[in-house]
């Protein structure tokens, strides 16, 4: 402190005080109202993850599980065994599924069958199918949807209305069957002159659910078979059990090649015919020694007229009266059944003797 001049001192400390001060003001500026946020920077780099947190409480319990492979793909053969039998039938292992045309798809492939869209009867596609795959599991049966014993029910199931003649049938389960095993949307000849445009005029080549059912021919002769009231039809016979991968079950076949002979498989007849079981062949009564008979008779007496060919199958085209026309509409629907009469005895017979009185009068 300088002793001779305290005034002079103690004005020199103030001053240089309240120089500083004035500094520090004019640095920080003067406490106020906070000015307007301005925009927010870049967002920096992201941190390092945190540590992990400890496990939440247990959820409710979910539903279960639709299904899974093991439902079908199970350690048994049952599956397999159907996959083989199929593969040497004529509906998984035939040829026809070339005929991928908009008007045969329908039922020569898996994917014109799947394309009727739930319809029961016979349709026509919009169009051909391309790369067509035959009839196989996924034709039949809901393969693959629910992943539970469910996918093995039936595609089709509802009363079928027939392509033919528009009446409707009800087979039970064969109900799928019946889809393409009818006849062709074809005219039937009723009266006066009748104009054949096709060598393979006819019903075409699946006429079993009508034969059973007793319609759809040229003579009025209403005749439903017994085998047409069985609560699934075709099924309880031709898919009975099976004898091997060479009939019944999904082979549907009714017959086996055995030791150069052929055996019936008569597994699902002999419920209502126990006299089967000892018999080694399906001509009951002779029944089907009759019908070939007949058959033979009927095409050589329409050979004679001119409207078949030596074959017995060709139709040669041309005008003839509908009671000729229909006699060959009829003997042509018995032999595209193939059944021989079995599938409508007294309905067969009344077709070929009908159209062998009337070939014979000409």
């Known amino acids: 402190m300088n002793q001779k001049h305290p005034t002079k001192w103690l004005l020199g400390a103030v001053f240089g005080a309240l120089l500083l001060l004035a500094l520090a003001v004019a640095m920080t500026g003067c406490a106020g109202e906070p000015g307007a946020t301005g925009p927010a920077g870049p967002a920096g780099p992201a941190g390092p993850a945190g540590a ?12 279960a599980a639709a299904g899974n492979c093991g439902d079908c793909h199970n350690d048994g053969d049952a599956l397999k065994a159907k996959q083989v039998q199929a593969a040497g039938s004529l509906h998984t292992g035939g040829m026809t599924f070339e005929r991928n045309g908009a008007s045969c798809a329908a039922c020569h492939t898996s994917q014109g069958f799947a394309a009727r869209d739930g319809k029961s009867d016979m349709v026509n596609l919009d169009a051909a199918i391309s790369a067509p795959a035959p009839v196989n599991c996924r034709t039949c049966h809901n393969i693959h949807e629910t992943g539970t014993a469910a996918d093995w029910a039936l595609t089709v199931s509802a009363p079928v209305k027939l392509a033919i003649n528009g009446e409707t049938i009800d087979l039970g389960k064969a109900n799928l069957c019946a889809n393409c095993h009818q006849p062709r949307a074809v005219d039937i000849p009723t009266t006066g002159d009748f104009e054949v445009t096709s060598t393979r005029f006819g019903p075409h080549h699946g006429p079993q659910s009508t034969m059973l059912t007793g319609t759809a021919t040229y003579l009025d002769y209403k005749s439903s078979s017994v085998h047409a009231n069985i609560p ?5 016979c031709h898919m009975a059990e099976p004898y091997g991968k060479q ?13 150069g002979h052929e055996v019936p ?52 085209p041309g005008t003839y009266s509908a009671e000729l026309a229909g006699a060959c509409f009829d003997y042509k629907t018995v032999v595209e059944d193939r059944s021989k009469g079995l599938h409508n005895p007294g309905f067969t017979k009344a077709l070929l003797k009908n159209a062998i009185a009337i070939a014979n009068a000409q």
């Open 232 to 236: 699934d039809g075709c099924i309880t």
């Open 265 to 316: 498989n008569v597994a699902g007849c002999i419920t209502c015919h126990p006299e089967l079981a000892d018999d080694a062949t399906f001509d009951r009564n002779g029944l089907v020694t009759e019908v070939e008979a007949l058959i033979e008779e009927a095409k050589v007496a329409l050979i004679a007229t001119g409207i078949l060919l030596e074959n017995g199958s060709t139709t040669v």
């Open 52 to 63: 992990t947190g400890a496990a939440g409480p247990a959820g409710p319990a979910g539903a």
């Open 247 to 259: 009939s019944g079950d999904h082979t549907w076949k009714m017959a086996y090649e055995y030791h």
